[in-house]
């Protein structure tokens, strides 16, 4: 059914594109129709500042992660952190998400890590908003030494039970207890400067 509908929308759309040349490629083979377009798939780096530039806001953005995770989590990850993180569109077997917590949750079991490992899964969501007492936590200049309810999330989704990301790292039992090596932190929002934690 769903290969009925894709093939009939390429062959009855006013413009049919895809993001790669073997896309158009695939999409001649399995709905016997090519793309009209092929549309450019990434970023313009003209945004991406370079030199100091550069420097600053990747130390002041890695400094906003830190913070935001030691609230939520209620401890203190070092400078030396190692940050790493996916994001994209929340399409979690086809993008790979369950495939990054697995990773994620294995090597926190490696009895060689030695280095505090912070992840971050940034794909969007079905939010209700941020959440209000992390929100207090990141306008105090508190140190806390208790984790928030649910320190795997920044903010609150409509369907918190449902989810795939929180669901797989419940079943895994990746609460981000003092003692992992390895914190996962859910982002479930578009980072467009108004989400009301990193902004």
């Not at 970023?43 to 030691?70: C, I």
């Not at 929340?90 to 369950?98: A, C, H, P, S, V």
């Not at 007492?133 to 309810?149: A, I, Q, V």
Request: glycine share 6%; net charge negative.
């Amino acid at each position: 059914a769903t290969h009925s509908i894709e093939k009939q929308t390429a062959h009855h759309v006013d413009c049919f594109t895809t993001v790669r040349e073997i896309t158009s490629n695939e999409c001649l083979e399995l709905l016997e129709k090519p793309a009209d377009a092929v549309l450019v798939n990434g970023f313009e780096d003209d945004f991406v500042p370079t030199g100091a530039e550069f420097n600053a806001k990747r130390r002041d953005a890695r400094a906003l992660m830190l913070s935001v995770a030691n609230k939520l989590l209620g401890c203190n990850l070092k400078d030396d952190t190692l940050i790493v993180g996916t994001s994209g569109r929340y399409e979690f077997r086809n993008k790979g998400i369950d495939v990054f917590i697995d990773a994620l949750n294995q090597l926190n079991y490696n009895k060689q890590l030695k280095q505090d490992v912070l992840a971050f899964i940034a794909v969007p969501s079905w939010v209700s908003g941020p959440r209000e007492d992390l929100m207090e936590r990141l306008n105090s200049d508190e140190s806390y030494t208790s984790p928030l309810h649910q320190p795997m999330i920044t903010h609150w989704l409509y369907d918190l039970e449902d989810d795939k990301t929180l669901g797989m790292m419940n079943h895994l039992n990746m609460q981000n207890s003092e003692n992992d090596k390895v914190k996962v932190i859910f982002v479930p929002c578009y980072l467009d400067g108004t989400d009301g934690i990193f902004n």
